[in-house]
């Protein structure tokens, strides 16, 4: 038979990732307006899709288990957890990548 993968049951959203996430919403709102903000979350709303029915599509962190890092924007990423065991996805960090790669901890 063929295998059916399912999705993934639950995507959280602690603090940290909501935070990163706002963030961002905010200063391309004060930046480039409304319309590049729709974008924005039309794109991690996808994304997010994406990671739900298959959370090992992206690029491993090199540093951590189980971590996963995507592009949203080609100066922005996501970086998540996926933990198979709970079947769920816990977005860590919306990251800019033009900051200082040092005090990325993934």
Avoid: C
Avoid at 6 to 35: C, D, F, H, T
Avoid at 77 to 87: D, E, I, Q, S, W
């Amino acid at each position: 038979g063929e295998k059916i993968q399912k999705m993934v049951k639950e995507v959280v959203w602690p603090i940290k990732a909501s935070k990163s996430y706002w963030q961002v919403v905010e200063y391309l709102l004060r930046e480039l307006g409304r319309n590049v903000v729709t974008d924005f979350v039309t794109t991690v709303h996808q994304k997010i899709e994406l990671i739900s029915s298959n959370p090992y599509l992206f690029k491993k962190s090199s540093s951590q288990k189980n971590v996963f890092i995507t592009v949203i924007h080609k100066r922005l990423t996501l970086t998540y957890r996926y933990r198979p065991v709970k079947n769920r996805i816990e977005l860590l960090v919306f990251w800019d990548t033009r900051r200082n790669p040092s005090r990325f901890p993934y």
